[in-house]
């Protein structure tokens, strides 16, 4: 997979100003994190982090894109399948493995997901965007079914991609707490959509 983050040696200034924001919202939250503080990040003027992204909401839209083509970099490198089941398992393994190599995206989604105000609400809309267009291509190669509704076809994907990733630390950490033989299986969480 390409690295949409690249490395710092070969950014631009808004580049590594937008990285410097992404790992910081990640760590810290969008609302603990001034410009001022992803400027000494970047090693660049608070000036340059306005001349670039104008306002906190231009450079959180910015982290949202970045974030948006890590996952669906993540996608589109799945293996192509023409069973749905295959497709979909794919999907996710892609997406779990990118997370697991870039913990600030995982979190930044992570925070984003527990914190959905009506300012996070781009992120969702990105990711959605991109899965209803996916959804929309896989029905028309016939790879989806066209029997259910689209709209229940994207929940669906979202969530088996999103829930499980966001919900398997809790069932793991969970069952850390409880006694059980030291050979048995983690449970695996699955995420199921009803009227689908």
């Not at 000036?47 to 839209?61: E, I, N, P, S």
Request: charged residues 25%; glycine residues 4%; proline residues 5%.
């Amino acid at each position: 997979m390409d690295n949409p983050r690249a490395t710092n040696d070969d950014l631009t200034a808004k580049a590594r100003i937008r990285n410097a924001a992404l790992d910081l919202y990640a760590q810290y939250g969008e609302e603990r994190v001034s410009l001022r503080a992803i400027a000494a990040e970047a090693g660049v003027t608070l000036g340059l982090v306005q001349h670039h992204f104008k306002t906190k909401a231009g450079l959180l839209a910015a982290v949202d894109e970045l974030v948006a083509e890590y996952f669906w970099q993540a996608v589109a490198q799945a293996d192509d399948q023409t069973d749905p089941a295959a497709a979909a398992a794919a999907r996710r393994e892609a997406v779990q493995r990118m997370l697991a190599e870039n913990p600030p995206v995982f979190n930044y989604i992570r925070r984003a997901a527990f914190e959905l105000e009506s300012a996070r609400m781009p992120l969702l809309d990105v990711l959605i965007d991109n899965l209803r267009g996916e959804v929309a291509e896989l029905r028309a190669t016939g790879v989806a079914s066209v029997q259910h509704h689209e709209s229940k076809q994207v929940i669906a994907v979202f969530m088996r991609l999103m829930g499980e990733l966001f919900l398997q630390p809790f069932v793991e950490a969970a069952w850390e707490r409880l006694p059980h033989a030291d050979d048995e299986p983690t449970p695996r969480l699955s995420v199921t959509i009803k009227d689908y």
